[in-house]
């Protein structure tokens, strides 16, 4: 049900994250505008309550007072907000909408995994036009986007946080992480974090299972012991043990993902070759598993690797 007096809250990308996030949004109460290139994503909508279509991006904008971009990074996040001539974009929306009601927040949330340094350039350009942007990136994946409990690292002016906090809480946790950057600064440094978790299990388990261990026995003691992490905890037993390998989140995602946490340490000047190491693991997985993959057949490449190195 729509609430009275709510701001009109735009998602633009509606894929496999942002879908779920727009239908929490709308579970909140809030009128929610959608808009993406890809028109069956759209059709998913169709007969649910609470939802307009808008037709271009610059529309999305005049419409909407905050504005949700769930993009697969950020120089198409850039694209979407800036516009690519002759095509408006959604902060031309946004600007004449604040011109006619100037009481508009005129907010844009990129929820994105974008470059942290990409985005402090953007949100520069857009406080000329009286726009301001907040990095809020997500951790959690579809399970938690559905739930509404999604971690929500927030970066940005503080007073532009408390006016969008009410649609970002309908999605999740809100932490603050600082300033325009530092959100998505941190969900690269908490990706990179995750990668290595992935791979040192799948490491473990093949170690472990070489030496006759059970794979269950190795899973208990992982998780109640100091080894414990996110992959020990959701995904070993589930996706990895039995080699399923559909936990729901894909390898070329990851390798992207922490490929953008070594950019960053290199563009700060700071040397870390675990980092180096993780990411390029990442991709050499990627490249031999193919598109699609999820991230969890690393443990796969990682059985092809020694099965190669053994022939």
Do not use: W
């Not at 990136?137 to 929500?152: D, H, Y």
């Not at 006759?212 to 992982?222: C, E, K, N, Y």
Request: contains cysteine.
């Amino acid at each position: 049900m729509i609430l009275q007096g709510k701001p009109t809250v735009g998602v633009a990308g509606v894929g496999n994250m942002g879908a779920p996030m727009a239908r929490t949004i709308a579970k909140a109460g809030f009128p929610v505008v959608l808009f993406d290139l890809n028109a069956k994503a759209l059709e998913a909508f169709g007969g649910e309550g609470g939802f307009a279509l808008a037709e271009t991006l610059e529309e999305l904008g005049q419409r909407c007072d905050i504005v949700v971009t769930m993009l697969p990074n950020s120089s198409v996040v850039r694209a979407a907000v800036m516009g690519r001539a002759p095509e408006g974009g959604i902060a031309d929306g946004l600007a004449a909408r604040k011109a006619k009601s100037p009481n508009c927040p005129a907010i844009i949330l990129d929820m994105s995994s974008s470059f942290a340094l990409d985005t402090r350039r953007l949100g520069a350009e857009l406080k000329e036009r009286g726009i301001r942007l907040i990095d809020a990136p997500v951790s959690g994946g579809v399970p938690k986007a559905r739930a509404g409990t999604l971690a929500i690292m927030a970066g940005g002016e503080a007073s532009a946080i408390v006016e969008a906090e009410p649609v970002l809480k309908s999605m999740g946790n809100v932490i603050r992480t600082g300033d325009l950057g530092s959100g998505h600064a941190m969900k690269a440094i908490n990706n990179y974090v995750s990668a290595a978790g992935l791979i040192a299990t799948a490491e473990a388990l093949l170690i472990g299972e070489r030496l006759g261990l059970a794979p269950q026995t190795i899973a208990r003691v992982l998780n109640a012991a100091t080894g414990k992490n996110n992959t020990t905890e959701n995904k070993l037993t589930q996706y990895m043990i039995p080699r399923t390998f559909n936990a729901g989140f894909a390898l070329d995602l990851m390798a992207k993902d922490v490929a953008m946490a070594r950019a960053l340490a290199r563009e700060l000047g700071i040397r870390a070759p675990a980092l180096d190491f993780v990411s390029a693991d990442l991709d050499e997985a990627s490249a031999t598993l193919g598109p699609g993959a999820d991230h969890t057949a690393v443990l796969h490449y990682r059985e092809r690797k020694a099965a190669t190195k053994e022939s």
